[in-house]
């Protein structure tokens, strides 16, 4: 079973960046695809953005298309999301998952315990 470890939150002012990591141990996930999903206080989780396991596919939600980027380096065993222009909406508990079905949002699994990511106006 891999486990999954998320870093890289904090608070930052509207327009802000920030980069998180989603690093990996246990097993490789250089076979997996890796998601980051996030959940904001009274709200469900929802997908951000997902990576296939070569980091050729990528797909993002609507709303974070155009401003967060998924990258992986396999190397490292570890998944990142670079944020740009950030909003007070974007405002929510980070996790990543794992699947070896990219296109499932459903199948992803091992989650990690999340980092808060707070974003001011």
């Known amino acids: 079973q891999v486990q999954l470890v998320e870093s890289g939150g904090g608070l930052v002012q509207a327009g802000g960046s920030l980069r998180l990591s989603c690093a990996a141990s246990g097993r490789t996930i250089s076979s997996a695809a890796v998601g980051w999903f996030r959940q904001a206080p009274g709200k469900e989780r929802e997908f951000a953005a997902i990576i296939d396991w070569s980091g050729s596919s990528t797909h993002y939600a609507d709303s974070v298309k155009g401003r967060f980027t998924i990258s992986r380096d396999n190397a490292k065993n570890t998944v990142y999301l670079q944020m740009n222009s950030l909003k007070p909406e974007d405002t929510a508990v980070y996790y990543c998952?794992?699947?070896?079905?990219?296109?499932?949002?459903?199948?992803?699994?091992?989650w990690g315990q999340g980092t808060q990511v707070t974003v001011s106006s």
């Open positions: 998952a794992v699947s070896q079905y990219y296109n499932r949002l459903d199948a992803y699994t091992d």
